[in-house]
């Protein structure tokens, strides 16, 4: 009988690219795994990769201390923006770019204090990873819509994040809503 593990291990090698996939190995092999935690996409595609086929395009990943994201820095580089999103109390996003097949792919690390995010351990690409828990990211996507609609951002409306953040709540939505009426079973893949 195959584990859950390696089910997962087998998704995720068929529906994450290629490029993605070395990236992620990339930053398996350099950092300290019990020091970062996944977020964005990646935690998304975890939480909801039961339930949907989901791509995975960029990195986003949390830190405590940027001590820890030294090898990525020493060997890819990183350069600091100063960002506004996300209300993170950090006005600034660290980025590097892992080049793969001539394809750039993008990481975006956030600096946050992990207490005050629920994080969960789940495999990823067969490694333990630590990311945002469900019930996070729901509340997370949910939260950014009102914030993010033409009315409230005025000039600087996104349409791109609006639909991002209102797709993403809504699957998570939908999951909540087809477990409480019990028809989970009919949203399986």
Not at 30 to 37: E, G, V
Not at 158 to 175: G, M, Q
Request: charged share 30%; hydrophobic share 35%.
């Amino acid at each position: 009988m195959e584990t859950k593990e390696k089910a997962f291990l087998k998704e995720d090698e068929k529906n994450i690219f290629y490029e993605q996939q070395q990236a992620l190995k990339n930053i398996f092999e350099k950092l300290d795994l019990s020091k970062i935690a996944f977020v964005g996409g990646i935690a998304d595609y975890i939480n909801l990769r039961s339930y949907y086929d989901m791509p995975v395009n960029d990195i986003d990943l949390i830190y405590e201390d940027e001590e820890d994201l030294l090898p990525i820095k020493e060997q890819n580089g990183i350069r600091k923006y100063a960002t506004k999103f996300y209300n993170m109390n950090v006005g600034e996003v660290l980025v590097s770019e892992y080049l793969v097949n001539n394809k750039k792919v993008h990481t975006d690390y956030y600096k946050r204090v992990f207490s005050k995010i629920k994080l969960k351990q789940s495999p990823l690409l067969g490694e333990m990873v630590w990311h945002a828990s469900f019930s996070e990211m729901k509340a997370f996507h949910n939260s950014q819509v009102p914030v993010v609609t033409s009315q409230a951002m005025g000039e600087k409306y996104e349409w791109r994040r609006l639909y991002k953040h209102s797709k993403k709540a809504s699957l998570y939505n939908n999951v909540c809503y087809l477990e409480e009426k019990q028809l989970l079973e009919t949203l399986k893949k």
